[in-house]
Nanobody, 125 residues
Framework: VQLQACGGGLVQAGGSLRLSCVASGSTFSSSAMAWVRQAPGKARELVAAINWSGANTYSADSVKGRFTISRDNAKNTVYLQMNSLKPEDTAVYYC???????????????????WGQGTQVTISS
């Protein structure tokens, strides 16, 4: 599975962005997906996850109520809608796919074996 993330950019606090991640390969529709971010000098943080069907989602407390993960299996794409952005949301955002197939939510980073190249999100105050 190859993953290509896009949609990052520079926005003011309070603004919105939508990240997209397009996957190649035939296993996308059976893989759990996640968005993971890493700010300079900080550990990676899994901010949102979705199971293979899209029926179940997870959001970290730091983004709950502001970020929404979704997927379109027909388009091999997973999205992260980010609203009410804060300067502390500044990070490189990576999409990730699980190696396991047809699993439920995976909310730990080691559960993901395929990673995209990352897209920079910068929020100005």
């Amino acid at each position: 599975v190859q993953l290509q993330a896009c949609g990052g950019g520079l926005v003011q606090a309070g603004g919105s962005l939508r990240l997209s991640c397009v996957a190649s390969g035939s296993t996308f529709s059976s893989s759990a997906m996640a968005w993971v971010r890493q700010a300079p000098g900080k550990a990676r943080e899994l901010v949102a996850a979705i199971n293979w069907s899209g029926a179940n989602t997870y959001s970290a407390d730091s983004v709950k109520g502001r970020f929404t993960i979704s997927r379109d299996n027909a388009k091999n794409t997973v999205y992260l809608q980010m609203n009410s952005l804060k300067p502390e949301d500044t990070a490189v955002y990576y999409c990730a796919a699980s190696r396991a197939q047809y699993t439920n939510l995976i909310i730990t980073i080691p559960g993901y074996g395929y990673w995209g190249q990352g897209t920079q999100v910068t929020i100005s105050s």
